[in-house]
């Protein structure tokens, strides 16, 4: 099935590349030839064992040429921060939407643009950065990624910008005659000092089966600040790839949020380099899954220079015959010493048909340090639940009070208040007595 895979998207790809004429013509070909040569990962790839993509592989999906803005503007209005002046980026089915998307005077020193359009000068930044370090070589996804790249977002930030409103990239899924995978690929760069929060939002619109294979490479400058969030609630029968690689420089720090919550099969791969004395960064994830949903989220953190700092903090609630897995991957690297590096994966059952594959690792090569991870799954705490029934609450509130109760946990790390409560609305949602939830809440 892979091989007839890759020769589906090698034929896609000429078609795709012969109508296509803009300067990442030459990124494209070298990572099909990747593809071709390595193919897409299997159950026999260690990394890969437990999360089965055939299901994926055995779909025909086709490339579309152009996006779509005939979509309702309320449509959106769930997505986006309405009070806040963000910067707006929407993608359509991969493809960027000028009529969708709000975009108010950019402050001086900020370069936002989609791939398809950027100028002369934009491509030049682009070229110096795309692909340097999340390399089409991670695995079969990530080459399909650079194969097909034709739009994304470009946002970069010259030394000692501070953005105060946050920028909003919305990538939408909406139905089409034929299956269909989109590729983004973005980019964000951010020079000495400068700080900004960036939103990548990925939403299904309708239960369309489609595939969503995404990369986004982060680059932080000396002392520079992102906070970085990736909130996922695809269709329910959609897939979703996605890899995040950031880069980060002496003293700067990266906050790193991950939401998933649709998706009938999906794959988080997040690297990080902490390549600066003094660099800092925090993984923050969610995932949430029911039915027959599987979710994979694998993390890597390298800390190769000395006074690095890393915080990891996973957390995962699954119901029905739910399946995820979890693998966090720390490396401190024989120059890294004094490096502080915690991690932890906790995990809720919520039947007894729910399955979770975890593995924290260490990998240390240095002799002062501090470094600690863990994993735990369990049940809701019947002393708990007794509590509560004790309160005159009925069971299934109870359960669901606490079902909400360890969710947040992740939810209460983000600072950004619109998107906490906003996913903090959403999770209850999920929950049974969604509304007497609610009410508790105030």
């Not at 991969?94 to 000068?121: F, I, Q």
């Not at 919550?261 to 800092?280: E, P, Q, S």
């Amino acid at each position: 099935m892979t091989q007839s895979a890759v020769k589906h998207y090698l034929s896609e790809h000429a078609r795709f590349q012969a109508a296509s004429r803009n300067w990442l013509r030459p990124q494209r070909q070298s990572a099909i030839g990747l593809l071709g040569q390595n193919g897409f990962p299997g159950s026999r790839d260690e990394a890969w064992k437990y999360t089965d993509v055939r299901s994926l592989l055995k779909h025909k999906f086709t490339t579309l040429d152009v996006g779509a803005d005939d979509l309702d503007h309320a449509q959106l209005d769930a997505v986006r921060f309405a009070d806040m002046n963000c910067h707006e980026l929407v993608f359509v089915n991969g493809h960027y939407s000028s009529t969708l998307s709000r975009n108010p005077v950019p402050a001086d020193g900020l370069t936002v643009c989609s791939l398809a359009n950027a100028d002369e000068t934009e491509q030049k930044m682009i070229e110096a950065h795309i692909n340097r370090f999340a390399r089409p070589e991670k695995h079969g996804f990530a080459a399909l990624n650079t194969a097909f790249v034709a739009d994304g977002a470009f946002i970069h930030l010259s030394a000692d910008v501070k953005l105060k409103n946050p920028l909003h990239l919305i990538f939408i899924s909406s139905n089409q005659h034929a299956s269909y995978i989109s590729h983004p690929h973005n980019l964000i760069v951010l020079g000495t000092r400068a700080k900004a929060t960036v939103i990548e939002s990925y939403i299904g619109l309708d239960e369309a089966e489609y595939c969503t294979n995404t990369v986004t490479e982060i680059v932080c400058g000396e002392a520079a600040g992102l906070e970085h969030y990736k909130l996922q609630q695809e269709s329910i029968r959609s897939f979703h790839i996605a890899y995040v690689h950031a880069q980060c420089q002496q003293d700067s720090h990266l906050e790193s949020h991950s939401i998933s919550l649709g998706g009938m099969l999906v794959r988080n791969d997040i690297d990080v380099t902490l390549a600066g004395t003094g660099a800092r960064v925090g993984l923050n994830g969610l995932y949430m899954a029911g039915g027959e949903q599987h979710v994979d989220n694998h993390t890597r953190v390298d800390h190769t220079m000395s006074h690095t700092r890393s915080e990891e903090s996973y957390r995962g609630v699954l119901d029905d015959r739910a399946h995820a897995v979890f693998n966090g991957k720390v490396v401190v690297h024989k120059d890294a010493q004094l490096t502080d590096a915690q991690q932890a994966n906790a995990n809720l059952l919520l039947s007894d048909d729910a399955e979770i594959d975890t593995k924290p690792e260490l990998e240390i090569y240095a002799d002062d340090v501090k470094c600690s991870h863990g994993a735990t799954v369990g049940q809701l705490d019947d002393n708990m639940l007794f509590y509560l029934r004790s309160r005159a609450i009925d069971e299934t509130t109870a359960r669901s009070l606490l079902t909400f109760a360890f969710a947040d946990e992740v939810i209460k790390r983000i600072r950004f208040a619109p998107v906490r409560e906003r996913l903090e609305y959403n999770i209850v949602g999920r929950l049974p007595d969604a509304a007497l939830i609610r009410e508790f809440m105030q």
